[in-house]
T-cell receptor, first 113, second 115 residues
């Protein structure tokens, strides 16, 4: 089975500063990794996903994530935070022997003016 | 735009009074999912339908049932809601099952309050 650990339940950044959200996974098979964003009282929206190929994945809204097998990580970054980035972010994993998505506990991002 | 729609967005029910939540999709996807998300927690999969095949998660309480009368619609029935069932309920769809790279598309959720 796969699992995900998100380090830090809350992250506060200044507008214009780097956003870094950490995600580490555990998987006995090649993982497939996802980042979702959830705005207040809304459903989840896919930011980006890694399946195979290029390890640096670019997503929507200026976010990107890098798959590092040696570190079992899939951290999410954005060079310059915007007020509209305030939301909850979930890292998720699935694998070739378990098609379900396993979500991390989530990281809430607040952006300071 | 193709989308996943959930109705109602907010639902209030009384302890023990059956309630039904609705999900519809215009994506023509084969798979529909129901998740429960409690405050400040990750979504938890309750069950999914692959076409008409129902798949229950092992730890989903019997109090939760689901129906999928056609490709577009899926319902979540809570037979006797308890206070612990207050949560956001998320419906999601994906094109196929067994394709672990398939994206799941989520609806906006229904927030259930149990009085």
């Amino acid at each position: 089975a796969q699992s995900v650990t998100q380090l830090g339940s809350h992250v506060s950044v200044s507008e214009g500063a780097l956003v870094l959200l950490r995600c580490n996974y555990s998987s006995s098979v090649p993982p497939y990794l996802f980042w979702y964003v959830q705005y207040p009282n809304q459903g989840l929206q896919l930011l980006l996903k890694y399946t195979t190929g290029a390890t640096l994945v670019k997503g929507i809204n200026g976010f990107e994530a890098e798959f590092k097998k040696s570190e079992t990580s899939f951290h999410l970054t954005k060079p310059s935070a915007h007020m509209s980035d305030a939301a909850e972010y979930f890292c998720a994993v699935s694998g070739s022997n378990d098609y379900k998505l396993s979500f991390g506990a989530g990281t809430t991002v607040t952006v300071r003016a | 735009d193709a989308m996943v729609i959930q109705n109602p967005r907010y639902q209030v029910t009384q302890f023990g009074k059956p309630v039904t939540l609705s999900c519809s999709q215009t994506l023509n996807h084969n798979v529909m999912y129901w998740y429960q998300q409690k405050s400040s927690q990750a979504p938890k999969l309750l069950f999914h339908y692959y076409d008409k095949d129902f798949n229950n998660e092992a730890d989903t309480p019997d109090n939760f049932q689901s129906r999928r009368p056609n490709t577009s619609f899926c319902f979540l029935d809570i037979r006797s809601p308890g206070l612990g069932d207050a949560a956001m309920y998320l419906c999601a769809t994906s094109r196929d099952w067994g394709q672990f790279t398939d994206t799941q598309y989520f609806g906006p959720g229904t927030r259930l309050t149990v009085l």
